[in-house]
């Protein structure tokens, strides 16, 4: 069964940074398509960056390429979101997303973390 688990949002200024955390269990980050995604308040989901299997590729939305960078760790089989230069338009809910074997479409999701980023 997997399961995907995010942390490390939070309450953070105009202009700061902040790092959300992705933990898989029940399949391999590193051999994966993985993706990160948000949601604000009334929006619907926007898609932010994904990484393609083997850690190599990637490729971001035009929103927020720049600012943030996405990477993982094989040792502990986590995905990361680095957010830099945060806006009051960054805040949402951000997901962790990645796709079962076959599959065309982001069908394994996380709970996902709150970003709320203040004026």
């Known amino acids: 069964q997997v399961q995907l688990v995010e942390s490390g949002g939070g309450l953070v200024q105009a202009g700061g940074s902040l790092r959300v955390s992705c933990t898989a269990s029940g399949l391999s980050v590193s051999n994966s398509d993985m993706a990160w995604f948000r949601q604000a308040p009334g929006k619907e989901r926007e898609f932010l960056v994904g990484?393609?299997?083997?850690?190599?590729?990637?490729y971001y939305a035009a929103s927020v390429n720049g600012r943030f960078a996405i990477s993982s760790d094989n040792i502990t089989n986590t995905l990361y979101l680095q957010m830099n230069s945060l806006n009051p338009e960054d805040t949402a809910v951000y997901y962790c997303?990645?796709?079962?074997?076959?599959?065309?479409?982001?069908?394994?999701w996380g709970q996902g973390t709150q970003v709320t980023v203040s004026s």
């Open positions: 997303a990645a796709k079962s074997p076959y599959t065309i479409h982001y069908d394994l």
């Open positions: 990484l393609m299997p083997g850690g190599g590729s990637t």
